[in-house]
């Protein structure tokens, strides 16, 4: 037999090939749905990019110039002279972002703890705790412009309630938001007053999460309340703690409406209560110099960045 008929042979022999082809061509559901996703957020996603992009990039180019009178007017750029004559500024600039500062971490520690306290006590069920919620909340419906104006007529140094609760139990007037010295802690209260309740839901929100047998457990080897707080609730609740604090701080040092409606431009008479955000607002329309503006609002912002990469860090060491 020659070589030709043993390999036809061999071949005859041989099972047919029943394997089906690689599947080629034709993407899977999973990747046409993958790529549809983006397609639909595309538009969203673009949007939301050039409104966040155009303006950080038109402010960064205005702190750049000497633009003065009115933004479409004539101007050159001058480098970084706005950058220097802000940080030079030690009448205004500094003690704004010393205020700034100031309100920032009295309000926000002040918010912290008594949210922590406030959530604590809600944290198991108790008759009426629907409508004790319903109240918290009350203070977070209104504007803040709103709740400036109330305030003022609260604490009006002639007319305010205020004062003639403190005559009613013999302590002396005050001036509170009419004094220079009283006007940036009355307004901290008053911050406090409207943000606790927020601070209090988002850890009361958290605490609901816990799972409860490490408390019961500590709870059987003796330990008292506190230590069950200390060592037991609060490591677990530190992630959400950690959010909130980045929230709130950064919410706080962006206040302006309060401060404006309450003390009006420039932070009252000797620019008491004169944060970033009110000397940058009075540099922009009282002053017309929105190239020292826009500067201040760069410095501004990066001090921001800086409070919120801090927070995160020290929340992760805390948390690890």
């Given at each position: 037999?020659?070589?030709?008929?043993?390999?036809?042979?061999?071949?005859?022999?041989?099972?047919?090939?029943?394997?089906?082809?690689?599947?080629?061509?034709?993407?899977?559901?999973?990747?046409?749905?993958?790529?549809?996703?983006?397609?639909?957020?595309?538009?969203?996603?673009?949007?939301?990019?050039?409104?966040?992009?155009?303006?950080?990039?038109?402010?960064?180019?205005?702190?750049?110039?000497?633009?003065?009178?009115?933004?479409?007017?004539?101007?050159?750029?001058?480098?970084?002279?706005?950058?220097?004559?802000?940080?030079?500024?030690?009448?205004?600039?500094?003690?704004?972002?010393?205020?700034?500062?100031?309100?920032?971490?009295?309000?926000?520690?002040?918010?912290?703890?008594?949210?922590?306290?406030?959530?604590?006590?809600?944290?198991?069920?108790?008759?009426?705790?629907?409508?004790?919620?319903?109240?918290?909340?009350?203070?977070?419906?209104?504007?803040?412009?709103?709740?400036?104006?109330?305030?003022?007529?609260?604490?009006?140094?002639?007319?305010?309630?205020?004062?003639?609760?403190?005559?009613?139990?013999?302590?002396?007037?005050?001036?509170?938001?009419?004094?220079?010295?009283?006007?940036?802690?009355?307004?901290?209260?008053?911050?406090?007053?409207?943000?606790?309740?927020?601070?209090?839901l988002l850890l009361l929100a958290g605490l609901t999460t816990l799972p409860e047998e490490p408390e019961e457990?500590?709870?059987?080897?003796?330990?008292?309340?506190?230590?069950?707080?200390?060592?037991?609730?609060?490591?677990?609740?530190?992630?959400?703690?950690?959010?909130?604090?980045?929230?709130?701080?950064?919410?706080?040092?962006?206040?302006?409406?309060?401060?404006?409606?309450?003390?009006?431009?420039?932070?009252?008479?000797?620019?008491?209560?004169?944060?970033?955000?009110?000397?940058?607002?009075?540099?922009?329309?009282?002053?017309?110099?929105?190239?020292?503006?826009?500067?201040?609002?760069?410095?501004?912002?990066?001090?921001?960045?800086?409070?919120?990469?801090?927070?995160?860090?020290?929340?992760?060491?805390?948390?690890?």
């Amino acid at each position: 037999m020659s070589t030709t008929e043993v390999s036809a042979a061999r071949s005859a022999l041989r099972p047919p090939d029943t394997a089906a082809p690689r599947a080629r061509g034709p993407r899977t559901f999973e990747q046409a749905n993958r790529r549809l996703k983006w397609m639909m957020l595309a538009p969203a996603l673009l949007f939301v990019g050039l409104m966040i992009v155009f303006p950080l990039a038109f402010t960064l180019d205005l702190s750049l110039t000497d633009a003065f009178g009115a933004v479409n007017a004539g101007k050159s750029h001058i480098g970084l002279r706005n950058f220097a004559d802000a940080l030079e500024d030690t009448r205004r600039f500094w003690p704004a972002a010393r205020r700034t500062l100031v309100f920032t971490v009295g309000a926000v520690v002040l918010e912290t703890v008594l949210g922590l306290a406030l959530a604590m006590l809600m944290r198991k069920p108790f008759r009426g705790m629907r409508w004790v919620r319903t109240v918290l909340i009350i203070p977070l419906l209104a504007t803040p412009v709103a709740i400036g104006i109330l305030w003022l007529l609260i604490l009006d140094p002639t007319n305010g309630i205020a004062n003639h609760l403190l005559a009613a139990v013999g302590l002396p007037r005050q001036e509170f938001l009419g004094s220079v010295s009283q006007s940036l802690p009355t307004l901290m209260l008053i911050d406090v007053w409207q943000w606790t309740p927020m601070m209090t839901l988002l850890l009361l929100a958290g605490l609901t999460t816990l799972p409860e047998e490490p408390e019961e457990a500590a709870l059987v080897d003796g330990a008292n309340g506190w230590q069950r707080f200390r060592h037991v609730i609060l490591p677990m609740l530190g992630p959400t703690l950690a959010t909130a604090l980045v929230l709130r701080a950064v919410d706080a040092l962006k206040t302006f409406d309060i401060l404006y409606a309450t003390k009006g431009a420039g932070g009252g008479s000797d620019f008491e209560v004169e944060t970033l955000n009110v000397y940058a607002y009075g540099l922009t329309f009282d002053y017309q110099e929105y190239g020292l503006a826009a500067a201040v609002l760069v410095l501004f912002t990066l001090f921001i960045i800086g409070v919120v990469v801090l927070l995160r860090r020290r929340g992760g060491r805390k948390n690890a």
